[in-house]
C-alpha cells in the first residue's frame, strides 16, 4: 500500500522496512487488509465538531523534535491564525507535476510539504479530496484509511474530524480523508494494528489554532496511538490527531524559511505520491 529517527543510519533502515509494509496491491481490498485490526469500526462514524482551545500568543512556526516511548517525532508546529495547510493535488496521478514534496514547496513557495491522503494501485484517491473547493475522488465511507477528515472551512477553520456524512464537508475549501485517527478529542482510539511496522505521517491540534505536522520513526499504529495519549511531541496538549499515509510515502520538506531548516526526510525507496498538505502564511 502507498500507506523515523531522523540520522541518516536511522532513515536508511525506515525505507528498507517500510519497502516490506508498503506494497501495491489490489485497490480497496487489498488495502484494508494492510490495516488487519482496524478494518472492525469499534467506534460510530459522527462528525464531531471541534472543541476549541483557549488562545495563545501568536508564534512562529518551528520546527519541532522529541521522541516518546522510544518513537521519534519530528515536524512543525504553527499557529493556524497566521498559517494555513493546502491541499495540493496531482490529478493525472503521482507524479505527474511534483516528484517530491522538496520539487512541490519550491514550486509553491511552500514553507512545509508532506504526503497525504492514500491513493489506489492506479494512482487514484482512496477517498475525497478537495483543493480550493474543487472535488477530486468519491467518499470512503467504509475503509479505515478514510475515517478521519482534515478539512478547511470556507470560513479558514482547520480542523480534524470523524469521519460523518459527506454532506457534512460539502462547503469545506480544502479537505483529505485520511486515518484511522489517533486521539480524538484528547483521548486514544482503541483496536488500532499493533503488528504492521513503519514511519508514519501524522497532523495533530490542540483542538484551536496550534498545529503539528510531520513524521515518526517506525512504529504501529497501537504504539503511536499510545505514545500520543501519554506526551504531546508539540508544546501543548493534543486534543486530535489523524494519520496520514506512511510507509514508502513519507515524504517531508520543510523549507529554510523556517529556523533549522531547510530539512528533507524521505526514504530512499520512497513511492511518488497523489497528493500533499503544504503550510503558507495567510
Avoid at 491513493?119 to 482512496?126: A, D, I, K, Q, Y
Amino acid at each position: 500500500m502507498n500507506m523515523r529517527r531522523p540520522l541518516a543510519s536511522f532513515f536508511i533502515s525506515s525505507a528498507a522496512f517500510s519497502f516490506l509494509s508498503c506494497q501495491p496491491a489490489a485497490p480497496l481490498t487489498a488495502h484494508l487488509e494492510t490495516q488487519s485490526p482496524l478494518q472492525t469500526v469499534t467506534i460510530p462514524f459522527a462528525h464531531s465538531v471541534p472543541v476549541h482551545a483557549p488562545s495563545s500568543p501568536l508564534s512562529a512556526p518551528s520546527i519541532v523534535r522529541k521522541t516518546i516511548h522510544n518513537i521519534d517525532f519530528e515536524g512543525v508546529a504553527f499557529d493556524a491564525r497566521s498559517h494555513r495547510l493546502l491541499v495540493v493535488d496531482q490529478p493525472n496521478g503521482p507524479s505527474s507535476a511534483f516528484n517530491t514534496a522538496r520539487d512541490l514547496a519550491t514550486s509553491h513557495g511552500a514553507l512545509v510539504a508532506i504526503n497525504a491522503g492514500f491513493f489506489t494501485p492506479e494512482g487514484n484517491p482512496l477517498g475525497l479530496v478537495i483543493t480550493n473547493g474543487r472535488s477530486f475522488g468519491t467518499w470512503n465511507s467504509a475503509s479505515s484509511l478514510g475515517s478521519g477528515i482534515f478539512s478547511e472551512s470556507s470560513s479558514g477553520e482547520l480542523s480534524i474530524s470523524r469521519r460523518g456524512s459527506a454532506s457534512a464537508f460539502q462547503s469545506a475549501r480544502e479537505l483529505i480523508q485520511a486515518g484511522p485517527l489517533l486521539i480524538e478529542n484528547g483521548r486514544s482510539i482503541g483496536g488500532l494494528d499493533a503488528e504492521k511496522t513503519a514511519v508514519r505521517s501524522i497532523i495533530l491540534s490542540d483542538g484551536g489554532t496550534r498545529w503539528w505536522i510531520g513524521r515518526t520513526s517506525l512504529c504501529t499504529l497501537s504504539a503511536l496511538g499510545a505514545a500520543l495519549a501519554a506526551h504531546s511531541p508539540a508544546p501543548w496538549p493534543i486534543r486530535q490527531a489523524l494519520n496520514l499515509d506512511g510507509g514508502r510515502s513519507t515524504d517531508l520538506f520543510v523549507s529554510m524559511k523556517i529556523p533549522g531548516g531547510p530539512l528533507e526526510r524521505r526514504g530512499i525507496l520512497n513511492r511518488p505520491v497523489r497528493n500533499f498538505l503544504i503550510l503558507r502564511p495567510r
